[in-house]
């Protein structure tokens, strides 16, 4: 059974920065989808980044493009949003999400979620 195991959240200023993991276990696939979407309260959740695990066909939000990175490290299968310049707009719930594949982006369907990591940006 698949887990993802998100760290990373926390309480930050604009113009800060934060750094997301989230550790997969219990996987035997290769070259999956790994995805960061996060969930504004009141608010639809939003795809911000995704990656294949090969790390191919990266894709951001517009929101996020230039600021954010995405990444899959195969050491320690882990995937880390790097968050730049940080706005009170990226407040929210961050979460890791896997699909077999995601052809759409950002906006391609995930299967699998973890539990979150909140994240605040504020003055």
């Known amino acids: 059974q698949v887990q993802l195991t998100e760290s990373g959240g926390g309480s930050v200023r604009p113009g800060g920065s934060l750094r997301l993991a989230c550790v997969v276990s219990?996987?035997?696939?290769?070259?999956?989808?790994m995805a960061w979407v996060r969930q504004a309260p009141g608010e639809e959740r939003e795809g911000v980044a995704t990656t294949y695990t090969d790390g191919s066909k990266t894709y951001y939000a517009a929101s996020v493009d230039g600021r954010f990175t995405i990444s899959w490290e195969n050491a320690d299968n882990t995937v880390y949003l790097q968050m730049n310049f940080l706005r009170p707009e990226d407040t929210g719930m961050y979460y890791c999400?896997?699909?077999?594949?995601?052809?759409?982006?950002?906006?391609?369907?995930?299967?699998?979620y973890g539990q979150g990591t909140q994240v605040t940006v504020s003055a």
């Open positions: 219990g996987s035997t696939s290769t070259n999956v989808c």
């Open positions: 999400a896997r699909a077999p594949r995601c052809p759409y982006g950002v906006l391609s369907t995930f299967d699998i």
